[in-house]
């Protein structure tokens, strides 16, 4: 059995994973703005992570003609 609060590190990655994500398709259907600030309620030690996911997200909802023209340049 694990100990209490074991998995509480993974849980939190998951969920700054999860918020940059959402955030990212949130832009990707223009219903947010495109931001480069971490949301407050993320730790000061996941905000890379967050930065980084939040990359990660953005290139995979490019749209395709968007895709098209940098693999054109």
Known sequence: MAKL???VPQVIDKAVDFMASS????EYLKKSPRMS???EQIPEAKATLFL???EYYRNLYK???E???ESQN
């Open 5 to 7: 609060g074991e998995n």
């Open 23 to 26: 955030q990212a398709f949130m």
């Open 37 to 39: 600030r971490v949301p």
């Open 52 to 54: 980084e996911r939040l």
């Open 63 to 65: 749209p395709v003609c």
């Open 67 to 69: 895709q098209e023209s």
